[in-house]
């Protein structure tokens, strides 16, 4: 947690619908990064952005969409391509050769 | 690809016992090793962070070595609490910052 806020903390979405899932830093990290987490299984890398007004597709980038206009923010949308987007979604932030720090998770459920 | 395999899935310890968390990695080509918690429905914390160039990390009760030329990570934990229940996650750095995750150890430390 510490500087990195997201929200909301669980989302429902219905089919053919699209979502926008919100991360934001306080910490002046250049590199921003979501990632998606299955039942029992490992973090996967969606989108990463290491700048303002540039972003780079991460291993499971289909179905969604980034922006990152702003330093501090870098909201993921669920679009309605995705067709299993049910999940556990992590934002995290970095700097230089430093961890990675970790938002506390958004829980995405399909109705 | 990099990938990055955790063994075992699931331990549980009564409390006191000293343990070892396995990880390995396919491509020794690697910035960094690093060691994240996670408890139940929660981001992830870092605990160690070993570089490249390193052999082992220590913090506390927690040391961690990397054996880059054999692909390989041990987490020791000493004196185990019930606290230390979690799920451990191993991941290596390539380029772009990018991390590959395993998909943990959900460790369970019994009173």
């Known amino acids: 947690d510490g500087g990195i806020t997201q929200s909301p903390k669980y989302l429902f979405r219905k089919e053919g619908q699209n979502v926008t899932l919100s991360c934001e830093q306080n910490?002046?990290?250049?590199?921003m990064y979501w990632y998606r987490q299955d039942p029992g299984q490992g973090l996967r890398l969606i989108y990463y952005?290491?700048?303002?007004?540039?972003?780079q597709k991460g291993d499971i980038a289909e179905g969604y969409s980034v922006s990152r206009e702003k330093k501090e923010s870098f909201p993921l949308t669920v679009t309605s391509a995705q067709k299993n987007p049910t999940a556990f979604y992590l934002c995290?932030?970095?700097?230089?050769?430093?961890?990675?720090?970790f938002g506390p998770g958004t829980r995405l459920t399909v109705l | 690809k990099q990938e990055v395999t955790q063994i075992p899935a699931a331990l549980s310890v009564p409390e006191g016992e000293n343990l070892v968390l396995n990880c390995s990695f396919t491509?020794?080509?690697?910035?960094?090793l690093q060691w994240f918690r996670q408890d139940p429905g929660k981001g992830l914390t870092s605990l160690l962070l070993?570089?490249?160039?390193?052999r082992e990390q220590t913090s506390g009760r927690l040391n961690a070595s990397l054996d880059k030329s054999s692909g390989r990570s041990t987490l020791y934990i000493a004196a185990s609490q019930p606290g230390d229940s979690a799920t451990y996650l191993c991941?290596?750095?390539?380029?772009?910052?990018?991390?590959?995750f395993g998909e943990g150890t959900q460790l369970t430390v019994n009173p």
């Open positions: 995290a932030t970095g700097q230089g050769t430093d961890t990675q720090y």
């Open positions: 910490l002046n990290h250049d590199a």
């Open positions: 952005s290491q700048i303002v007004n540039d972003f």
């Open positions: 491509d020794s080509a690697i910035y960094n």
């Open positions: 070993i570089q490249s160039s390193q």
């Open positions: 991941a290596v750095e390539t380029s772009g910052s990018r991390l590959t």
